[in-house]
């Protein structure tokens, strides 16, 4: 549409300038005719040049002014465009603009310099500069009108409570002289920086309170920037390393405090995690640092990392506990704790060797004892030999209590888990004390429940210790009244697979002090320790019931009153057995039973009484001996002679007895039969003796003082081993 008027407006000059010029050259070319005598076709083309000169002139002036206005136009255009582009600008910029025209006038504010004063442009425009601006900032810009008219720009930073109605306004300010038709303006920018200087505000008390935790906690803190320098170090780290602040700030992290063989492997780590700019294997770690006298401290670390507005890491914090003196308690109790190992083996080696240098020589005279049995006595003799048993058995049991609670106390002792017979366990226990308690004028009485079951699983050699101990201690502590042991199964618990049997043990002897109560389950405690004691013992037999019920699982409840007697209750949890149910009458064999002929029998002891004990009783049992006192003269007898079993000795000179069975049983020359059957018969009674001489290829198993009975017996297993058909 503009462009159309500059067109018109430009034809109405030319067609003007041609009107114009026509009728002058038709009224001149008229009146030069009139006055001289020129002929008409002459003046007709005079005429005519002047009009088409007009003419031509005519559109030469349209197409210049044509192009004139159009420049024009394009000119205004620009300038307009121009104009809303830097309108579009200022008034988005996030900078408050102020256009002052003179000192007392507004002639232009952008929308954002209308919200920072929280008034529009036609209120600022319509004020007094004074009227708005703070009255402390009054005098900043009356000295900005000044640098102004000196041509000089002015700025800096301030804040107001009265720029905003509504909160203080933190801001910087910038003015900048500029001349507009004329006159002198002034252009004033502001920024409302009140968000970042809360931030700012904000960070600065965080990392204050962060500075201050770092100083004041006990532990090591210390900052280090991506160079490895020390830029912070709290109180703690100095006074452990022995530097001054001023000392250690700046230092080379690694070259300073990190000890030289390690040093490498250390700033390797801290500047992979640089070039990852990421913690990964830096976020927790261990390594030793050094004090200024050289001494090298363990310290495990916690890191952080601090990063900048870009997300680059510009400095790792780190978080550290001493932990010198732990790692020195640590080594002191690893070195506590082996020369505990180290005592502790040596406490079962002494007790390995002094089970083995008793039971060797108690062997010898309980072997005595049962071949003096054998032969022709009178009633006088026979109670002789009968007492001297009954105290070697004493000795034994005493014996064997000290090994079970060395045992149990060093967690070596195990449980086993089989099915067996509760008359099994009872009937020693009855006929055993029974005949104790007759022999003192006391009543013995055994009642076991209807509600038993007859076949249970557990371990019943356990059982029947736990039985025997509060059964003796029962007879053994009562001088008068009687001695009763109960059996019940009690109502089933929660798992109906397993049986809670309840055993009571009653008794009306002296009874148990409340003050001697849980000392009698500790080890070599009696309730009588005096040098007038009336009852013997060494004070184990309870602390191995008490354990012993432990590891069963059960508990053991004692209720006594001195004088009157003792209840003690025991209750276990047993499954019952299925081999109750499984059993089933078999008919009789229609074979006899296979005859156990006598033996040729090799007997390899080193101890002079053990071996003449082991060959008498064989010869008693109608088998042939032959003597060898150590493993060697035994390897060399198989050599030459044929026997039928090898009683074999552990300990002895020259070659022990584990060594010379595994050369009988590896053998392949010929020499020996490697088949042959091997008993052990040792004083080695320790947990595991028996499964490790089983293991290094010996039969069966005897331990000393080896009875009669159970000689035969092993014997008697291998005759008919032999016996049966090949």
Known sequence: MVTRTYRINAIKVAVFYAIAGAIWIIFSDLYAKHLSEVPSPVAWYQMSKGLLFVFLSALLIYILSARQMLSLLEARKLHEESESRYRTIVENVTDALIIFSGKGTVTYANPMACEMLGKSLDEIQSLDPRAFIPTGMYDLYSKAWELAERGEAFFGEDSSPEIHPKRTVHFEYRTTPMMYDGTLHLLASFRDITESKQSAQALIRSESKFRNVLENIPLIGISLDMQGRLTFANDHFLALTGYSRKEALGKDWFETFIPKDIRNIVRSVYEKTMERQELGELSTFENEILTRSGARLKV??????????????????????????????????RTAKTA??????????????????????????MGMLQLMESTSLDEEQCEYIATAMDSSMNLLRILSDILDISRIEAGKFELVDEPFSMDEVI??????????????????????????????????????????????????????????????????????????LHFVVHDTGIGIPDQKMNEIFETFTQVDSSYSRRFGGVGLGLAIVKRLVGMMDGSLAMDSEPGRGTDAHVTLYLRSSARAEAAQPTPAASAEPLPCRPLRVLVVEDETVNRFYAVRMLEKLGHETIEAADGESALEKLAREKFDVVLMDIQMPRLDGVSATRR????????????????????????????????????????????????????????KRIAEPA
């Not at 507005?309 to 550290?320: A, F, L, S, W, Y």
């Not at 505990?340 to 005279?365: C, D, W, Y």
Request: hydrophobic share 45%; with cysteine.
């Open 664 to 719: 009988i049983r590896e053998d392949t020359s010929g020499d020996f039969d490697p088949d042959i059957p091997i008993i052990a018969m040792t004083a080695y009674a320790m947990p595991g003796d028996e499964e490790e001489f089983k293991s290094a290829g010996m039969d069966d198993y005897l331990a000393k003082p080896v009875e009669a009975e159970a000689l035969a017996e092993a014997l008697d297993n291998v005759a």
């Open 340 to 365: 505990a190992e180290i005592a502790n083996q040596a406490k079962s080696e002494f007790l390995a060797t002094m089970s083995h240098e008793v039971r060797t020589p108690l062997n010898g005279v």
């Open 427 to 500: 009937a020693p226990v009855v006929d055993t004390y029974s005949k104790e308690a007759a022999a003192k004028g006391l009543a013995f009485r055994c009642e076991v429940a209807p509600n038993v079951p007859p076949e249970l699983e557990g371990d019943p050699v356990r059982l029947r210790q736990i039985l025997f101990n509060l059964v003796g201690n029962a007879v053994k502590y009562t001088e008068t009244g009687e001695v009763l042991l109960q059996v019940s199964a009690l109502p089933h618990a929660a798992n109906p697979s397993r049986i809670p």
């Open 300 to 333: 495990a670390w916690s890191n952080v990392l601090t990063r900048d507005v870009h997300d680059r890491i510009v400095e790792v914090t780190c978080v550290g506990v001493d932990l010198t003196e732990r790692v020195r308690a640590e080594n002191a109790l």
